[in-house]
């Protein structure tokens, strides 16, 4: 069993920064590959990035190619998405997953526990 719980969204102006924060419960997170999703308003949950269980190997979904970066300390059973150069398409809930198996996905059912979210607003 694996508990998530997302922080670190907020408001910020197109052009601006934010890192989101994953915090994992259970001994097993180093095992497990991590990614992170979002939904916008009426929209459906779309892949964003996922990291391998080592941190090698990560997958980004065209769009945020380049300006987010997705890492991981399993040390600290923490995984982390720096979001740069942020555009108003940016705007939704961010949601944190894990998979069971340790190589990296862009499919949400691959992912078995999930995170409450935490909401990112973009303004132009």
């Known amino acids: 069993q694996v508990q998530l719980v997302e922080s670190g969204g907020g408001l910020v102006q197109a052009g601006g920064s934010l890192r989101l924060s994953c915090a994992a419960s259970?001994?097993?997170?180093?095992?497990?590959?991590m990614g992170w999703f979002r939904q916008a308003p009426g929209k459906e949950r779309k892949f964003v990035a996922s990291?391998?269980?080592?941190?090698?190997?990560?997958l980004y979904d065209d769009s945020v190619e380049g300006r987010f970066t997705i890492s991981r300390d399993n040390a600290k059973n923490t995984v982390w998405l720096q979001m740069n150069s942020l555009k108003p398409e940016d705007t939704a809930v961010y949601y944190c997953?894990?998979?069971?198996?340790?190589?990296?996905?862009?499919?949400?059912?691959?992912?078995?526990?999930w995170g409450q979210g935490t909401q990112v607003t973009v303004s132009s």
């Open positions: 259970g001994r097993t997170f180093s095992s497990y590959a």
């Open positions: 997953a894990a998979r069971g198996s340790g190589s990296v996905d862009r499919d949400s059912y691959d992912y078995n526990y």
């Open positions: 990291i391998s269980w080592s941190g090698r190997i990560t």
